[in-house]
């Protein structure tokens, strides 16, 4: 019998997990199904959760909104996951559920794939924005030797909470998003990690990326666009780009290896995620 997979959360309709888990089987010669299990927001998650339980997956991923709501259903967390206080995958093991949360080791991995030295972790980074997204990648970095990894926020006591959770080698500062636009020159690396400048507002950018310096890397973890106001203001400046659906890919993979215990090349996947993200 082939893995039992699934993705819960809302609205997921138009999830691209099936497409990539599915590439992923394919690759790994192995049988499966990976299927959307949308909860709705009416819904009880208890009962999204144990219709799950009757159908007996090998495991799943949790998206937005339950990342953190699915916690009590589960019996046990990794240590990033407790870390995070979220979970993106869990796996059943041994009958029991168990916790996961790739996002941050998916974000690296994209990273490293398109730009292999910058994760030896010399090169200044800045990270806009202080939700779940940029907490995964703020302990995914400083956990990978990063030694300087500045956050800045709207909210600054958000990016001081991430900052002061620590436990990490990295030397960060919080700034306010006025002081990260004038300081953008300063950094190798910036990495926009907030919902600004995503579909359907896609003319916003959480700050201007005009005064970034040529050959730094700008990062945007928006893929709808893929080009993104904050990437084309940063490119137009010269910085290198990393675009936000190769993280997409990379968190399903570390998913994919936790579920099956199979690494499977991710090559090339990223152009036809691209394509079919812009209609292609
Ligand atoms: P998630 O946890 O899914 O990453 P989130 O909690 O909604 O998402 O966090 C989104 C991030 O985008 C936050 O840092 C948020 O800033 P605040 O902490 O000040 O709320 C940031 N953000 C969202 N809309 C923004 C806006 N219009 N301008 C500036 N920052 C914004």
Same mark, same amino acid.
């Given at each position: 019998?082939?893995?039992?997979?699934r993705?819960?959360?809302?609205?997921?309709?138009?999830?691209?997990?099936?497409?990539?888990?599915?590439?992923?089987?394919?690759?790994a010669?192995?049988?499966?199904?990976y299927?959307?299990?949308?909860?709705?927001?009416s819904?009880?998650?208890?009962?999204?959760?144990?219709?799950?339980?009757?159908?007996?997956?090998d495991?799943f991923n949790v998206?937005?909104?339950?990342?953190?709501e699915?916690?009590?259903?589960?019996?046990?967390?990794?240590?990033?996951?407790?870390?995070?206080?979220?979970?993106?995958?869990? &796996?059943?093991?041994n009958?029991?559920?168990?916790?996961?949360?790739?996002?941050?080791?998916?974000?690296?991995?994209?990273?490293?794939?398109?730009?292999?030295?910058v994760?030896?972790?010399?090169?200044?980074?800045?990270?806009l924005?202080?939700?779940?997204?940029?907490?995964?990648?703020y302990?995914?970095?400083?956990?990978?030797? =990063?030694?300087?990894?500045?956050?800045?926020?709207?909210?600054?006591?958000?990016?001081?909470q991430?900052?002061?959770?620590?436990?990490?080698?990295?030397?960060?500062?919080?700034?306010?998003l006025? %002081?990260?636009?004038?300081?953008?020159?300063?950094?190798?690396l910036?990495?926009?990690?907030?919902?600004?400048?995503?579909?359907?507002?896609? %003319?916003?950018?959480?700050?201007?990326?005009t005064?970034?310096?040529?050959? &730094?890397i700008?990062?945007?973890?928006?893929?709808?666009?893929?080009?993104?106001? =904050?990437?084309?203001?940063a490119?137009?400046?010269?910085?290198?780009?990393?675009?936000?659906?190769t993280?997409?890919?990379?968190?399903?993979?570390?998913?994919?290896?936790?579920?099956?215990? !199979?690494?499977?090349?991710?090559e090339?996947?990223?152009?036809?995620?691209?394509?079919?993200?812009?209609? !292609?």
């Open positions: 019998m082939g893995k039992e997979l993705l819960i959360g809302y609205p997921i309709q138009h999830s691209l997990s099936p497409w990539i888990h599915g590439e992923f089987f394919g690759r010669g192995i049988k499966g199904n299927r959307l299990h949308e909860i709705p927001l819904d009880n998650l208890e009962e999204g959760v144990r219709a799950l339980k009757e159908v007996g997956v495991g998206t937005v909104p339950y990342k953190q699915i916690i009590p259903f589960l019996d046990g967390l990794d240590k990033t996951a407790e870390r995070m206080g979220a979970v993106n995958t869990v &796996a059943v093991e009958g029991k559920w168990i916790g996961y949360n790739t996002d941050g080791t998916g974000y690296l991995r994209s990273l490293e794939h398109s730009y292999p030295a994760t030896k972790g010399d090169v200044k980074t800045l990270i924005g202080a939700g779940g997204a940029a907490r995964a990648i302990f995914a970095l400083a956990d990978a030797g =990063f030694k300087a990894v500045d956050i800045a926020n709207r909210t600054k006591e958000s990016a001081q991430i900052v002061s959770h620590g436990a990490t080698q990295a030397e960060s500062r919080v700034l306010s006025t %002081e990260a636009e004038v300081g953008i020159h300063n950094y190798g910036v990495i926009q990690t907030s919902s600004v400048g995503m579909k359907p507002n896609p %003319e916003r950018a959480i700050v201007s990326a005064g970034m310096r040529p050959a &730094a700008a990062s945007d973890i928006v893929y709808q666009p893929i080009m993104t106001k =904050f990437l084309k203001d490119g137009e400046a010269g910085a290198l780009l990393h675009m936000g659906h993280m997409l890919i990379y968190q399903a993979q570390a998913a994919f290896e936790i579920w099956t215990g !199979r690494k499977v090349s991710a090339d996947m990223d152009r036809q995620l691209q394509a079919k993200l812009e209609g !292609r």
